[in-house]
């Protein structure tokens, strides 16, 4: 019996979509096309390669109101605010516009006795695992620099979002992308392991959670296959006393309950100095009880309900436990919440970090906030996390936000910003958040491996 995987649609617990998982030879066959389509691929020109890809992210543009309400529908963002394809657009027109300068050789000499430079390998067929929260944005992160690199791709995505592939497989063949260099597989857990276990890959580039990544390492180890992992987060905004306060606020409580809390670099926990705290809380709460949590296909909804119950059900038993060891919830139960996927959004105070609210990854609309003394303070308790993928960091002074930031122990500093991904820098993490770069031009280097040429020209 074909087994199936199903998108079951936060908005009413419908069965949204359903697809057929490839058997373990359906996909090691998409494998061996995929194989067999990489050097014809990379010997392309890299404008050719540059221009069918950035042709396949414009078809994903035209096919916009068709792709809002399908993300409402699939993992429950309101349709107000238009899908994902300002960022879908700009991080790969950027890697487009700097592929030439990141793929370049690196020239050592060529002098009349000897040339010596390394060269950029794309890495043959690279698997590309997908998250449900920014569907698109997270896909095309790789995507687009490992098919302009000269790599075949394998998109698996997210079950939440399982329609997502199929869209971005659809738009990049349709603007002339070969279907074996872009192939959109729908595979259980199972199949992806035993293919990563058989080196089915040159590179495997996921995102998601920590145990999964943890499954994913364990399949490649003795592999030597590369892998990329962009895991948890627990990322912390501090709000100095020089702070424009309005200017955070409005920032990091909208880092904090964007998309019902469901960003990879969301902020999940907010350090204020003790001279600020009360006037950032009364601006916060203000804010935030002035949300319209609902159906996420009505415009006048700003919080949609999370993408499935049991998200929602780790963040309200979280949000629980805190309030029993003493904190404070602030926010009253708004008429959205039906105790299932569709979550009031929280700010709790009177926390600290023996509560898992204030340690482990929530994901969801919830955020404590803190009084802080000190810079010494609010480094130490940015710092005691297991995750380490962003900090923002609020101030008038440079100087002293780049200080701060080298004493953190996370893949990004922000100043004045929070919850943006610059596709000029490298996005990273350290510690349980995983390891590897996307985006910038070491996403180059990643999605490639070196390779040395020492020609001697002359032999006497």
């Not at 516009?97 to 690279?126: N, Y």
């Not at 399949?219 to 709000?239: I, M, R, S």
Request: net charge negative; proline share 4%.
């Amino acid at each position: 019996m074909t087994s199936t995987i199903k998108c079951i649609s936060p908005i009413d617990g419908s069965v949204y979509a359903e697809r057929a998982v490839l058997s373990g030879a359906d996909a090691q066959n998409g494998v061996a096309r995929a194989r067999r389509a990489q050097k014809d691929w990379a010997a392309r020109p890299i404008q050719e390669r540059i221009d069918l890809v950035m042709k396949g992210v414009a078809r994903i543009g035209e096919m916009n109101d068709e792709i809002v309400p399908e993300l409402a529908h699939m993992m429950g963002r309101p349709v107000r605010y238009g899908g994902e394809f300002g960022g879908f657009n700009e991080r790969a027109s950027y890697m487009a516009e700097i592929a030439e300068k990141g793929l370049a050789p690196i020239e050592i000499e060529d002098s009349a006795a000897f040339r010596r430079l390394i060269k950029r390998e794309p890495h043959g067929v690279v698997l590309i695992i997908a998250p449900w929260n920014y569907p698109y944005m997270t896909a095309i992160n790789g995507v687009a620099p490992a098919l302009i690199a000269g790599n075949t791709v394998l998109l698996k995505h997210a079950t939440q979002t399982l329609l997502v592939g199929e869209r971005m497989a659809r738009a990049f063949h349709e603007a002339g992308v070969p279907e074996d260099v872009f192939q959109n597989v729908f595979l259980d857990h199972s199949t992806t392991s035993d293919l990563i276990a058989a080196k089915s890959f040159g590179f495997v580039n996921f995102t998601g959670s920590v145990g999964a990544g943890q499954t994913i390492e364990r399949a490649a180890a003795g592999t030597f296959t590369g892998v990329g992992l962009e895991l948890g987060g627990k990322d912390p905004g501090y709000v100095m006393e020089d702070a424009d306060v309005q200017a955070a606020v409005d920032t990091l409580i909208d880092g904090a309950m964007f998309n019902s809390g469901q960003c990879c670099c969301g902020i999940e926990r907010i350090y204020v100095h003790e001279n600020l705290f009360d006037d950032f809380l009364g601006r916060a709460l203000e804010i935030v009880n002035g949300y319209t949590l609902g159906n996420p296909l009505e415009k006048t909804t700003d919080i949609g309900p999370m993408a499935h119950v049991r998200f929602a059900e780790l963040v309200r038993a979280q949000t629980e436990e805190a309030i029993k060891a003493g904190a404070k919830a602030h926010i009253e139960t708004m008429a959205g919440d039906d105790g299932g996927a569709y979550l009031t959004p929280q700010i709790l105070t009177n926390v600290d970090h023996s509560m898992r609210v204030m340690r482990e990854e929530s994901f969801g609309p919830v955020v404590g906030i803190m009084p802080v003394k000190s810079d010494a303070e609010a480094l130490e308790l940015m710092n005691d996390s297991e995750f380490g993928l962003t900090a923002s960091l609020w101030t008038q002074d440079v100087e002293r936000a780049e200080a701060l930031g080298a004493e953190l122990e996370t893949g990004t500093v922000f100043m004045n910003r929070a919850d943006y991904l610059d596709p000029a820098l490298c996005w990273t993490g350290c510690k349980s958040t995983g390891k590897g770069g996307s985006l910038s031009e070491i996403g180059y280097h990643n999605l490639t491996r070196p390779k040395s040429y020492h020609l001697k020209k002359v032999t006497k």
